[in-house]
């Protein structure tokens, strides 16, 4: 059986929509943190430097590049510091790579306090954190906020 012209054309055009439509979708990048360590570096004329060590996970199925970040770190509650990412780092598809972030304390109450929960061992952590990313082989530049809570063991 053979459909009418304006049938006909109604289907086409709200195929051709709908193929548009889902062409035009572009899946969300999402990079996920984990702090794996942090350690006190020497103390200098500009004051003390604290390193944190992080692992990104990228949840996406599409490879990204973390092009930029900032941090601000709170352990048990308290902001620590704030730091950047010292280098792009390109994340494969569903899966991790490690970074390090310096962070400067430059007042000496925050130095000990830092090295009061290092000595405790287990704290809690949050990491909020302003990125921007690409995914790699396309234009398109997504800027995120995110905030990663957990606990982590600094034995």
Known sequence: MRLPP????TIAILSL??????????????????LLNVTLADATVQGTT???????????VYPLVVERAHFRFFLDGALVGEGVLPESVGLRESSPA???VTV??????????????LGRGRVSY???TRLGSG???TDDVVSL???????VDLH
Not at 50 to 60: D, I, P, Y
Request: glycine share 6%; net charge positive.
């Open 6 to 9: 304006f049938l006909r054309s």
């Open 17 to 34: 929509a709908a193929l548009g439509l889902a062409g035009c979708s572009t899946p969300r990048a999402s990079v996920g943190f984990s």
């Open 50 to 60: 604290a390193v944190f060590k992080l692992r990104l996970q990228n949840e996406s």
């Open 98 to 100: 490690d970074s390090a």
């Open 104 to 117: 400067r304390l430059a007042d000496p109450a925050q130095v000990e306090r830092l090295r009061a929960l």
């Open 126 to 128: 949050r990491i909020e």
């Open 135 to 137: 995914q790699v082989d």
């Open 145 to 151: 906020k995110t905030v990663d809570i957990g606990t």
